[in-house]
């Protein structure tokens, strides 16, 4: 099947990478994932022989008759290498067979590109394999692609739909990775643009899913085949690399599994030992983030011990770390807290013989089982009971998909905020009831806050990190315990966007500030189109609803509040809108509109000064009442209100039917920022004397700058909160009255 993932990422140039294991005892892996299209029987036997082990006789014959159906509907369709199309569904039903997976997932994977690839819908496959299966099919076929939609833009569309899918049945990215698995497999009949998209779209968004479902196997292996194909040269290098230092160091690695197997039982544990070889990937990433050659990366070669409870995984530790010394700061204790997709392990490093950096695992049987087969342990080791915490972890993950998915404006934003989730690089803190919550490194106070509740994040002002005030953009720390002060009328701030690092909290920072952007700009919309109406003699209110019905048909918008919202984000022009409603009024009443002699002049709109995020005040100006002032309405920007005198205003002369008349409100009372520049002398104190006078005169001081020094003069830079052009004005007048200060003024940027 053609992948339906997400929009690939430029990938960085430079060799590197951080260790992970290679595949090694756990899920049993595909015997036959790409089955010989000369011999589909035989493979068709071999995955009825697998299913035979765990299904009923009349559950394995539902899902042969659901391979003949796929066989029948594929038939004289091949596949780029050539071979039958019905291969690739037997392989991705095989990979699911392994993972012992039940009828109806099987009988989805057998007839996953059926709905995509011939005219069998949906409706169909229900009557014939039941709608569960036929749901499942529905999940994993891409949505049609939208015209006019670039690739990118289609691609995220599909990729969301797969993960709401997701969200529903589990079973849905389950069969969608065993269809990613098998095309990784045989992607050397493709073009090589082709495979390094794909292979790109692999290590971006599927092999992370694999790893966030606790598939560590399977996730591996989406990881070696990508880099394989998207990397073929430094594959070839790191593998040729890799077998060198597999003979240098075989007499070391043998010297240290003795050992264990002999000392461990000696100290009265009872111990499963299993060497494992680093795969090429993560040594390449280990390379690329630590920038070291390959000669640098040392622990290339790893053990893991199973032990038959949790209390032995702690005594094997102690035992462990009798025998060789271990690496300081290099033990993480993963069973106390296990990472969100349900790992549970004990890792250490210590210094083998002849100095050799060792990497071991300590687990239980039962954490090894959920640690390689994640979410596939449900149905590989049913009689498990910690499985059921990782179905919860897992339900829980997949339930904040739907909740990032109503929190997102569209499907390119969706899937950038589920990318962030797939990299966590976890950080853990308490709240002051003890609670521990994972958070992505990096996280702030407000990550933490949207992570304790919507409501607590959206209404937070303050925050305690560890009993001490902090920002709110203080960076978290592993143990640091939170406390987040909230006030029952704070807003989330737009500059939050900047630092907050977890998917949840920057969908719903985004949410709410669309919300209110959208509800301001409906209600300046409205009365930018009342201002347009008035040059035609209309108001607002004489426009009848048949004559608004008439235009939001005819102009495609849903409602008579999208118009409304449009004018205000700058989508439509208030002028032409105010002209077609006008004609639409007349045709509907046949009253005429006022002549244009006699049409009454714009009244303008008044600034208040808060309006928030639809009405702004320039940045390049820093408008104060009291200013000449005139704003201009650009698309997606809302209203942008400048002084008459701006620069940039100088510079949008073309652009006229987007100046709007605006005026300030009398005493509105409001605090504005402005910025003066002061030059004087270099005398003790002078600082001291012009903050006083900045605040004698009723002014807060948001920021100042000192320029490099000159000699005898410095130039000092204040941003002040001033109510009007006329407090502004007495603050000049004070600072002046200083012997010092030699020469004062307003400044722009």
């Known amino acids: ?176 990775l065993a269809d990613r698995l098998h095309n990784m497999q045989t992607l050397g009949a493709l073009k090589i ?133 271990p690496v300081p700061g290099k033990f993480k204790d993963y069973i106390a807290i296990p990472k969100a997709n349900g790992y549970q392990s004990l890792h250490t490093t210590l210094i083998g013989p002849y100095g050799t950096p060792v990497e071991v ?16 342990s449900h149905w590989l080791y049913k009689d498990e009971q910690t499985l059921d915490e990782l179905q919860q972890k897992t339900h829980k993950w997949l339930q904040s998909l739907l909740e990032l998915q109503s929190a997102s404006g569209n499907s390119s934003e969706f899937l950038e905020h589920v990318k962030v989730d797939l990299f966590p690089g976890e950080v853990f803190v308490f709240t002051p009831k003890g609670k521990i919550l994972g958070l992505p490194r990096g996280a702030t106070a407000v990550d933490f806050a949207y992570a304790v509740h919507t409501d607590v994040g959206n209404r937070c002002v303050a925050c305690r990190i560890n009993g001490e005030p902090k920002p709110l953009r203080t960076e978290l720390r592993n143990g640091d315990q939170v406390e987040v002060i909230c006030a029952a009328h704070a807003n ?28 301001e700009s409906t209600a300046l919309g409205e009365r930018l189109l009342a201002q347009a109406l008035q040059s035609f003699g209309l108001r607002l209110e004489n426009v009848d609803a048949v004559a608004w019905g008439r235009f939001v048909r005819s102009s495609g918008a849903q409602s008579k509040k999208e118009v409304l919202t449009d004018i205000g984000l700058g989508k439509r022009l208030a002028v032409i809108v105010a002209r077609r409603l006008a004609a639409e009024r007349e045709s509907v009443s046949g009253l005429a509109t006022v002549p244009v002699e006699r049409r009454k002049p714009l009244g303008p709109i008044i600034i208040h000064g808060s309006e928030g995020v639809a009405v702004q005040l320039a940045k390049c100006c820093r408008p104060i009442p009291g200013d000449p002032i005139v704003g201009i309405v650009r698309k997606g920007q809302g209203l942008t209100v400048h002084t008459s005198d701006c620069r940039s205003i100088g ?86 009255r200083i012997p010092e200060v030699m020469r004062i003024s307003r400044t722009r940027e």
Not at 194 to 219: F, H
Not at 361 to 376: D, F, L, P, Y
Not at 684 to 710: E, F, P, Y
Request: glycine share 6%.
């Open 1 to 176: 099947m053609p992948p339906t993932s997400a929009v690939p990422s430029t990938p960085a140039d430079s060799i590197a990478a951080a260790g992970t294991a290679q595949t090694g005892a756990g899920t049993p892996q595909p015997e036959s994932a790409a089955p010989d299209p000369a011999d589909l029987a035989g493979a068709l036997a071999t995955l009825c022989g697998k299913l035979a082990a765990y299904l009923e006789p009349e559950e394995t014959e539902r899902v042969e008759a659901a391979y003949h159906f796929g066989e029948a509907a594929h038939r004289g369709q091949f596949r780029t290498s050539g071979d039958p199309y019905i291969s690739h569904p037997l392989a991705v039903a095989n990979t699911l067979a392994d993972w012992r997976l039940d009828p109806q997932a099987l009988m989805a994977a057998l007839l996953h590109d059926v709905m995509e690839d011939t005219d069998i819908g949906k409706e169909e496959i229900a009557e014939r394999f039941g709608k569960a299966t036929a749901e499942l099919v529905d999940g994993v076929s891409k949505i049609d692609r939208l015209e006019n939609q670039s690739y990118e833009e289609a691609q995220a569309e599909n990729f969301r739909k797969m993960l709401l899918a997701m969200a529903r049945d589990v079973r849905v990215i389950l069969i969608k």
């Open 193 to 325: 643009e082709k495979r390094r998209r794909v292979a790109r779209e692999t290590l971006d968004i599927y092999a992370p899913i694999a790893n966030r479902l606790g598939l560590n196997v399977l996730s591996r292996e989406l990881q070696e085949l990508a880099f394989q194909h998207f990397h073929p040269m430094r594959y070839g290098v790191l593998e040729k690399a890799l077998k060198g230092a597999r003979g240098n160091r075989r007499e070391v690695v043998g010297k240290i599994m003795d050992t264990l197997r002999r000392r461990l039982p000696e100290m009265g544990i009872d111990v499963e030992v299993m060497g494992r070889e680093k795969h090429i990937y993560g040594i390449y990433r280990k390379m690329r983030e630590k920038h070291l050659t390959f000669s640098q990366v040392l622990d290339i070669y790893g053990f893991r011990i199973l032990v038959k409870d949790q209390p032995t995984c702690y005594l094997a530790l102690g035992a462990l770390h009798s025998i060789y010394k």
């Open 361 to 376: 695992q300590i687990r239980t049987h039962e954490m090894h089982h959920v640690a390689e087969s994640g979410v596939a």
């Open 492 to 519: 989330p701030n737009p500059s939050w966007l900047s630092y907050v690092k977890s998917s949840r909290a920057r969908a719903h920072i985004r949410h709410f500030l669309k919300v209110r952007q959208n509800v």
């Open 651 to 736: 510079r949008t002369h073309h652009e006229r039917d987007n100046w709007v008349e605006v005026e300030w409100e009398q005493a509105s009372g409001s605090l504005f920022e402005t910025s003066i520049r002061i030059v004087t002398e270099n005398r003790r104190g002078v600082l001291a004397r012009m903050a006083a006078a900045i605040a004698a005169a009723d002014s807060d001081i948001q920021n100042v700058r000192i320029d490099d020094d000159q000699g005898l003069y410095s130039a000092l830079q204040f941003t002040l909160q001033v109510t009007s052009r006329g407090h502004l004005a007495r603050i000049m007048r004070s600072l002046r």
